[in-house]
C-alpha cells in the first residue's frame, strides 16, 4: 500500500533565522533601489491626484449642464424653480460645485473690496499669527523632546533650564492664541458689515424690497435671509479660513519636521493609509451643506408664521381663529423639529464613524510611524547615530505626529464646515441673484388667475415706456393686478397742474395698481405713461403708516430733522399744523407734564413751546385712533407740500369740517389732488373724474360737482320710487281684490 505524504510535509517551513535574513535581503534591495523606488511612488501619488480632480470637474460640469438642460426642458414639470434647484440639490451628495465656488468668489469680492481694505489687514494678520502658532507649536514639540531626553539622562541643570524655556514660550503661544480668536471674530463682524451695507443698499433702493414681496415670490422670508442667514456665512466664512489655513500649515511643516526624523518612506506610507481612510470618511460624509440649507429655510418660515400672527392679530381674535392659527404654528413647529432630529441621528453615525477614524486609527499609525526609528535600524546611519538618543526623538516625532493628526482631523471636520458654508452662500447669493432679477425688471410669481389665458400672458410678458414731465399723462397703458388679472386692457387720460381728479369704481377695478404705477412700484407692461419724478408724488392711504419715534418725525417722515431745517421750517410751524388740523391735544399732552415744573405754563398760551411735545416718542400706532392718524397724514402732507398728491381714502374717519379744512388747505398750498373715494362731499374739491366699472371699462371727463350731485339726488329719489313699486302693486293687488269680493257680495244680496 503505497504511502502518501501531506502537501505540508513536501515544503520545508522557514526558519525564523531565514525569515530574518530574507527581510534583510529585501532592506538592503529597497535601499539599493531606493531612490527610484520614492520618485516611481511621489509620481504614482501625483498622477492618482491629477485623475481624481480631472474626473471632479468633469462631473461637476456634466451636472451643471444636466441642470441647465432640465431646466430648459421643463422635465420638472409643475414645479417652480426653488424646487427644480432642489432637485437638482439632492442629486449631489455635496453642494462643493463650480456654482458655489462662483457665488463664494462673488460674496468675496463683496466681504474684501481691496488689498488695502481694513478687512484685507485683518486678513493678512490673522495669517501672520496662524504661520507663528505653527512655528511654535513646532517649537514646543522639540523642547518636549530635550525635556523627555534630560529627564532620562538625569541632567537636573539642563532639565531646570528648559521648563524655564518651556514657561517663557507659553507667553508668546498663549498672546497669539487670543490673537487669532479675537481676528477670527474682527473678520466675522466685518465680513457680516460689509455683506449688510450692500445688501441694504440694493434691498432699499428703488423700492425693491416692495417688488421683492409683490411682485416676485423667490424668496418668501427676505428678513431672515439678510439678519440671520448673513450672520451666519460671515461667521461660517471666518471661522473657516483658520480651520482650513492652520491644519495646511501645520500638516505641511510638522511632516517636514517628521520626515527628518523617520524618512521619507515611512511618512508617504502612513499618509497613502491616512488618505485611504479619509476618503473612506469622505464617502460616507452626509450632505450637511444641504441640510444646513433646508433647515435654515425651515427656521425662516417658522419665524414668518409667528410675525404674520402679531401682524393680523386683530383680525384673527376677531374671527377667533387662534386654533387653526396654533395649528399651523404647530404644523411649521414639527415639520422643523423633524428635520432637525433626521440630522441629529445623521451627525451621530457620521461622529461614530469620524471618531474611530481619526481618533483610534490615525494615532494607531501616528504609533507605528513613531516605531519605525526604534525598531528598524536604516543601514545608511552610522554607528553614533544609529545608537542616538531614542528618547528625545520619540516624544518629538510623537509631538509632531499629534500635531498633525489633529490637524488632519480639523481638516477632515472643515469639509462638513464648508458644506454648511455652502448651504449660506446658495441662500445668500440666491436672494442677491432676485434683486438683481428685479432691477433688470424680470420678476417670477406664481399667479392664479386668468395670467395663463395667452392674451393676458402677452400682456404681462410686455413692457411700456414711462418718462419724466410735468404732468400725467397715460396712453393705452394696461392695468394689471398683483394676481396677474388684465383690468384694463387700455388706459388713457390726460391731467395737468391744477386739474384735481376724482377716482372712483368698484374695488378691484385697478385703483390700487394705477397708484402704483404712478408711485414707481409697478411696472409698465405697455403703452406710454408721463409722470413726474417720484418725489413730487405723495401717496396718503386711508391706514397711515406710521413711523417709531418722535412726534416730530410722524410729521416729516420720510425727511430727518436736517432736511427740515434746510426746508426752514421750525417747530412753530409745525405746531401750527397740528392747531389747524385739531390736534392741539397732542401739544398740550406733553406741556401738562411739565406744568408742575413751569407753573403757568397751560394757563399762559405765550409760553407754550411746542418742542418739548414734538419731541415726545411712543407707539403712535396704538395710541391715536384712526381719526388721529388720518390728521397727522394730512399734515404730513402740508409739511411737504409735493405737487401732487394721491389721497387714497385717506379722509374716511374724518369729519366734514377736518375733511373741508384738508382739501382746501391742500389747494391752497398749490398740490394737484388726485381722490379715490365715494363720499359725496368730495366732488365740489375735484375737476375732472375717472370712473372704473370693474368690467375692464372706464370713462375719463369733466366733473360738474353741482350737476352730479343733482343727478345723483334724482337717482336716490329714483331708485326709492323703484324700491317702493312692489309695495304699491301688492296694495293695488289687495284693492282689486278687496272691490272684486265687494262686487261678488252685493250682486249675490240683489239675488
Not at 500638516?251 to 521619507?264: K, M
Request: with cysteine; proline share 3%; charged share 25%.
Amino acid at each position: 500500500m503505497a504511502q502518501y505524504s501531506s502537501p505540508s510535509s513536501l515544503l520545508p517551513l522557514p526558519s525564523n533565522r531565514s525569515l530574518k535574513r530574507l527581510l534583510q535581503d529585501l532592506t538592503c534591495l529597497y535601499h539599493k533601489h531606493r531612490t527610484s523606488i520614492s520618485r516611481t511612488a511621489y509620481l504614482a501619488i501625483f498622477a492618482v491626484l491629477s485623475y481624481r480632480i480631472r474626473n471632479a470637474i468633469k462631473e461637476q460640469k456634466a451636472a451643471v449642464a444636466e441642470a441647465r438642460e432640465a431646466r430648459l426642458q421643463g422635465r420638472v414639470a409643475g414645479k417652480s424653480d426653488s424646487d427644480k434647484a432642489d432637485v437638482t440639490t439632492k442629486r449631489r451628495k455635496v453642494e462643493l460645485d463650480r456654482e458655489f465656488f462662483l457665488n463664494l468668489g462673488r460674496l468675496l469680492r463683496i466681504c474684501i473690496p481691496g488689498w488695502r481694505s481694513y478687512e484685507a489687514r485683518l486678513l493678512v494678520q490673522h495669517s501672520c499669527f496662524l504661520i507663528a502658532r505653527t512655528m511654535i507649536s513646532l517649537y514646543v514639540a522639540r523642547l518636549d523632546g530635550r525635556l523627555v531626553r534630560d529627564i532620562v539622562r538625569g541632567r537636573a541643570k539642563s532639565f531646570l533650564k528648559s521648563l524655564v524655556w518651556w514657561m517663557l514660550v507659553a507667553v508668546p503661544a498663549t498672546f497669539t492664541n487670543s490673537m487669532l480668536a479675537w481676528h477670527q471674530t474682527a473678520l466675522a463682524l466685518a465680513y457680516r458689515t460689509r455683506l449688510t451695507q450692500h445688501i441694504h443698499n440694493k434691498y432699499l433702493d428703488n423700492m425693491t424690497f416692495y417688488t421683492l414681496s409683490a411682485l416676485d415670490d423667490r424668496i418668501k422670508n427676505a428678513d431672515q435671509l439678510i439678519v440671520v442667514d448673513v450672520s451666519k456665512f460671515s461667521n461660517s466664512l471666518a471661522e473657516l479660513y483658520s480651520s482650513l489655513t492652520k491644519p495646511v500649515l501645520d500638516i505641511a511643516i510638522n511632516s517636514w519636521s517628521i520626515t527628518r526624523s523617520v524618512g521619507t518612506e515611512s511618512f508617504l506610507g502612513v499618509s497613502i493609509a491616512v488618505h485611504l481612510s479619509s476618503f473612506l470618511l469622505r464617502a460616507v460624509t452626509p450632505p450637511f451643506g444641504r441640510y444646513v440649507a433646508e433647515e435654515a429655510k425651515l427656521e425662516g418660515e417658522f419665524r414668518f408664521q409667528h410675525s404674520r400672527l402679531i401682524d393680523y392679530s386683530e383680525e384673527i381674535a376677531l374671527y377667533f381663529g387662534h386654533e387653526a392659527e396654533k395649528d399651523t404654528l404647530d404644523r411649521g413647529y414639527f415639520t422643523l423639529i423633524k428635520h432637525v432630529n433626521r440630522i441629529l441621528r445623521r451627525k451621530l453615525w457620521y461622529g461614530i464613524v469620524e471618531d474611530y477614524v481619526v481618533k483610534y486609527t490615525w494615532t494607531a499609525l501616528g504609533y507605528v510611524l513613531c516605531a519605525v526609528p526604534v525598531f528598524y535600524k536604516r543601514p545608511d546611519l552610522g554607528p553614533s547615530e544609529r545608537i542616538g538618543d531614542v528618547s528625545e526623538n520619540l516624544m518629538t516625532t510623537r509631538r509632531l505626529l499629534i500635531n498633525c493628526s489633529e490637524a488632519f482631523g480639523k481638516l477632515m471636520t472643515s469639509y462638513k464646515d464648508i458644506s454648511q458654508l455652502a448651504g449660506y452662500t446658495g441662500r445668500v447669493s440666491t436672494l442677491l441673484d432676485v434683486i438683481a432679477d428685479i432691477e433688470r425688471g424680470h420678476f417670477e410669481k406664481a399667479l392664479v388667475s386668468s395670467a395663463s389665458i395667452e392674451e393676458n400672458a402677452a400682456v404681462l410678458a410686455g413692457r411700456g415706456e414711462l418718462e419724466e414731465g410735468d404732468d400725467i399723462r397715460f396712453d393705452n397703458v394696461p392695468i394689471v393686478s398683483p394676481n396677474g388679472d388684465v383690468l384694463v386692457r387700455q388706459l388713457s387720460f390726460h391731467i395737468s397742474s391744477g386739474d384735481h381728479l376724482l377716482i372712483v369704481g368698484p374695488n378691484g377695478c385697478g385703483k390700487s395698481s394705477l397708484f402704483r404705477i404712478l408711485g414707481g412700484l409697478w411696472p409698465v407692461y405697455g403703452g406710454k405713461v408721463r409722470k413726474p419724478p417720484s418725489e413730487d408724488i405723495f401717496y396718503i392711504p386711508q391706514r397711515p403708516y406710521l413711523s417709531k419715534g418722535t412726534l416730530r418725525q410722524q410729521i416729516l417722515y420720510p425727511d430727518t430733522l436736517l432736511d427740515m431745517r434746510a426746508r426752514r421750517v421750525t417747530d412753530d410751524d409745525l405746531a401750527d399744523i397740528l392747531r389747524r388740523l385739531g390736534l392741539q391735544h397732542l401739544l398740550r399732552a406733553q406741556q401738562a407734564k411739565h406744568a408742575d415744573s413751569t407753573p403757568g405754563l397751560i394757563e399762559n398760551p405765550a409760553h407754550l413751546k411746542p418742542t418739548a411735545a414734538l419731541d415726545t416718542e411712543a407707539e403712535w400706532t396704538s395710541l391715536l385712533s384712526m381719526g388721529d392718524q388720518q390728521r397727522i397724514a394730512a399734515a404730513r402732507l402740508f409739511y411737504h407740500k409735493p405737487k401732487y398728491a394721491i389721497l387714497d381714502e385717506c379722509t374716511s374717519s374724518l369729519t366734514l369740517e377736518i375733511e373741508r379744512t384738508v382739501y382746501t388747505e391742500a389747494k391752497r398750498l398749490a398740490i394737484t389732488l388726485m381722490t379715490v373715494s365715494h363720499r359725496r362731499s368730495l366732488w365740489t374739491y375735484h375737476g375732472w373724474i375717472l370712473q372704473f366699472d370693474g368690467q375692464g371699462s372706464y370713462v375719463f371727463t369733466k366733473l360738474d360737482a353741482e350737476k352730479r350731485l343733482a343727478l345723483e339726488d334724482e337717482r336716490e329719489e329714483i331708485e326709492i320710487q323703484l324700491r317702493a313699486i312692489p309695495e304699491i302693486e301688492k296694495r293695488i293687488a289687495e284693492l282689486e281684490a278687496g272691490g272684486a269680493g265687494a262686487a261678488d257680495s252685493e250682486a249675490s244680496t240683489s239675488e
